[in-house]
């Protein structure tokens, strides 16, 4: 019976969501997952630990590590001067070259899309030579974390948001720019997965609704954090 509800039983075939929006199930190979979990060990051991940001004094549920910036709701910093007052470890070469290769992807999944305009890559920022992030925010999720409906909107550059997903499946909610509220649709992000928003989809709100227990691949397990999901986004703050 479990076999109906994997991810593999889901149609998991790029796709544009909405105008702006990619979505590329199974970008990262087993061997890229596996590696980038290592790399999220090293994160962890600072100078800036995993952490939980407070909103309007709530602590979100998840625990996150700011590479190249630290993030406070409003704001950049190069130092996380609401967790230790330490300077964050620098945003990563090879995230830049991983970023502009899934913006890469994304453009080749609007190109074959018909119901796209022909510049849609164009007119969305799906420019992979141009792609510059120099910031991402890790993000843990635990078995009972959840994510709000939001929007990115703490950047001065607007180019697009590069999301990777590890560990466990969750159920990912992309809205509109408008509000809260429907139309939105429920994707199944599964590890390995990445998904891309920018253009006029730039500012959609968006949220994890719930993290799926005991979903991740062999590969992709995050046994040593007691499983769950690793949400990496890639984003250009326009700040120097």
Known sequence: MESLFADEAFDRRPRVIAPGAVWVPGFLDAAAQTWIIRQYAKWQSGPVPAHATS???????????????????????R?????????????????????????SHAAEVVADDPD??????????????????????????????????????DELDPAPVVSLSLGDTCIFRFG????????????????????????????????????LDATAPEHGRLDHLGGGRINITMRTTGRN
């Open 55 to 77: 909103i309007a004094g709530h602590p979100m549920s998840v625990r996150t590590i700011g590479l190249g910036w630290h993030w406070q709701p409003g704001r950049y910093d």
């Open 79 to 103: 130092h996380a001067r609401d967790v230790n007052g330490q300077r964050v470890l620098s945003f990563p070469d090879w995230m830049t070259r991983l970023g502009r290769r899934v913006v």
């Open 116 to 153: 796209s305009p022909a510049d849609a890559p164009n007119l969305w920022g799906f420019l992979p030579e141009e792609y510059s992030p120099d910031v991402a925010l890790v993000n843990y999720y635990d078995g009972q974390a959840k994510m709000g409906m939001h929007q990115d909107k």
């Open 176 to 211: 509109n720019t408008d509000n809260r509220n429907k139309p939105y649709e429920d994707i199944r992000l599964a590890s390995g997965g990445a998904f891309v928003f920018g253009g006029p989809a730039r500012f959609a709100f968006h949220g994890v609704t719930k993290i």
